[in-house]
């Protein structure tokens, strides 16, 4: 998967996890997810989500609050997994 | 092995626990945050600079000091330090917003907030207060440039046990947020019967996730000074799917949570176990621990000791089970605490005899005074019953010939369907106990008439009828719920419970 086709995937699963996200509303990818809703079981779930859709596995040691803190240190973590 | 708690003299003021730490055992560890530790001397020093800053700012005695700030190693410090000058402190949850806080501010009239760039959007609504910035650049008043000193003017506490010591914000039966008033005395003596039920050791480590404006998280810091234990100030967003490392890399050996909090620890394990530490106390409060968490967490923690638990903020705490009686009462959230009592009332005000279900009613020295500037609130709450100040808990419950006591639900939100008065808790839990149930939210359409239930599930072949069908095999049929809803993730309040007032603000959008 090259990075273009990476970011409207991950904007889709993330916008399925952002609960205070508007529908009509893009996903900002600069702003903190929490603001946005993520919560920390959200989190998990977007965990999942992520590997399970995108093929990737999540090292334990990126398992920070920093990666899960903005849609692009997501889109980094994972760029960098694919 | 059982340990008597430490000796407390029973009226000190509360930052005593921290000078007292000092003296007891200086060079242990008291705090960390991942990049800084902090002994029980190096508290103490820095306490004591702020509160001798505190004095020189003219503030004093009753002051109110407000804290918005994420959990941070500062806010302990303030705190402390607020106590110390016999001040009262407010600790307020970080992702408030203006309009609350302006209600709040209203009704304190602060003489100092703290806010930090977490915060820096609330700045405005503080007005012409003082604000004490921490972790931001060019502000004037820093909390990084306050005083340092090697040996500070030693402040003495001016106050009395029975003063008030800080408010926890709850929100009001009315939707004004309230302050409940917690005095010095209130808070050594239920940290006190708390340690000889959870009896924390020198050599714990107790991990804070929860927010600190939440008096289960600010609690600990009481528990562990007694025990000379040490404190992980962590944060909420780190309960997520980096919370096995962090605490295996904490060495975290007591965590108390609410339900979602273990519910996200069990869900991660089983989705990708990572090593955990030995954790050796768990706690829970805030909602209905379910049964299939607590053997989870049996098998995640095998030495770990579980408490359910029960408690309002307007007395702390109310009951603590131990791990040894959970196999007899497995329903219930324990005894009172020692030196406590509680009973169930009827709707005419009545004590039930034992086993009868009604309101919850609690007494003891941990009652609080009231809630701040709300007398009415406060009387309503606290009345006299049989000639002694009680506290109505407003949770509909029972306690059984043993003393053990059982919630059936919170009456607030009692519901009221088809003739039965029905605890939406009751249909949420026997939900949760379905398999790829991960949290449900149960509320009355009473436009439709109809019981509504919300679940978030781990399981995508779960539909309406399969959840419906399943329920009516567990519940009386006035209890199955009628439509049920998916949502991706139930909304939560600021304490983590499920919030069935906004489930009752979606029914209108179904």
């Known amino acids: 998967m090259t990075a273009a086709d990476l970011t409207p995937k991950l904007q889709e699963i993330l916008r399925s996890k952002l609960r205070f996200l508007s529908a009509d509303a893009a996903v900002p990818m600069d702003e903190d997810l929490g603001k946005l809703g993520l919560d920390s079981m959200a989190s998990i779930d977007l965990l999942m989500e992520i590997e399970h859709q995108l093929g990737v596995q999540i090292p334990d040691e990126m398992m920070t609050v920093d990666t899960f803190s903005t849609g692009n240190h997501l889109l980094a973590v994972i760029e960098k997994l694919s | ?510």
């Open chain 2, 1 to 510: 092995m059982t340990r008597s708690p430490t000796p407390i003299p029973p009226h000190s003021d509360l930052a005593s626990l921290v000078r007292e730490g000092a003296r007891q055992w200086p060079e242990r560890e008291y705090l960390r945050d991942g990049s800084r530790v902090l002994t029980y001397a190096e508290t103490w020093l820095r306490v004591a600079c702020i509160a001798s800053w505190l004095r020189a700012r003219d503030i004093g005695h009753g002051d109110r000091v407000v804290i918005v700030m994420e959990n941070r190693i500062e806010t302990v410090l303030m705190f402390f330090a607020v106590a110390q000058i016999g001040g009262i402190a407010v600790i307020l949850h970080p992702q408030m917003k203006p309009e609350g806080l302006q209600r709040i501010l209203d009704q304190t009239e602060p003489k100092l907030g703290l806010l930090e760039p977490a915060t820096a959007s609330l700045r405005d609504v503080f007005g012409s207060t003082p604000i004490l910035w921490t972790a931001s650049e060019g502000e004037a008043l820093r909390f990084e440039d306050l005083p340092d000193d090697s040996q500070p003017a030693e402040v003495p506490f001016p106050g009395a046990g029975d003063d008030p010591a800080f408010l926890v914000f709850t929100s009001g039966s009315t939707g004004t947020p309230r302050g409940v008033i917690l005095t010095h005395d209130n808070v050594r003596f239920v940290s006190a019967a708390i340690q000889a039920r959870l009896q924390y050791r020198p050599e714990d480590r107790v991990a804070i996730f929860l927010p600190l404006s939440f008096d289960y998280g600010l609690y600990q810091l009481f528990y562990a000074a007694i025990a000379g234990a040490s404190v992980f100030i962590g944060r909420p967003e780190m309960a997520g799917p980096e919370l096995p490392r962090i605490l295996a890399a904490q060495e975290i050996s007591v965590l108390p949570g609410v339900p979602t909090l273990y519910g996200g620890l069990i869900k991660m394990q089983r989705y990708r176990p990572m090593p955990l530490p030995k954790i050796r106390v768990i706690t829970n409060t805030g909602d209905h621990l379910p049964q299939s968490y607590i053997a989870s967490l049996r098998e995640l923690f095998p030495q770990a000791r579980v408490h359910p638990m029960y408690g309002l903020t307007e007395c702390k705490r109310v009951s603590i089970l131990l791990p040894e009686e959970f196999e007899a009462k497995p329903e219930s959230v324990g005894r009172p605490l020692d030196g406590t009592e509680v009973f169930a009332i009827d709707e005419n005000g009545q004590r039930l005899p034992p086993g009868e279900r009604g309101e919850l009613c609690v007494r003891g020295p941990h009652l609080a005074p009231g809630y701040w500037r709300a007398p009415e609130e406060t009387t309503k709450r606290y009345p006299m019953l049989d000639g002694m100040r009680t506290l109505r808990s407003g949770d509909y419950g029972s306690v059984d010939a043993d003393g053990f006591l059982f919630i059936h639900g919170r009456s607030d939100f009692l519901i009221k369907h088809k003739g039965h008065r029905l605890s939406p808790a009751e249909v949420e839990e026997e939900a949760c106990r379905m398999l790829g149930v991960v949290a449900a939210g149960c509320v009355k359409d009473e436009v439709k008439d109809l019981l509504c239930l919300f679940v978030s599930v781990s399981d995508s072949s779960l539909d309406e009828s399969k959840i419906i069908q399943a329920l009516s095999v567990k519940l009386e049929p006035a209890k199955v719920p009628n439509r049920v809803f998916f949502l991706p993730e139930l909304p939560k309040t600021g304490n983590q419970k499920v919030d069935r007032k906004a489930l009752r603000g979606l029914l209108a959008e179904q």
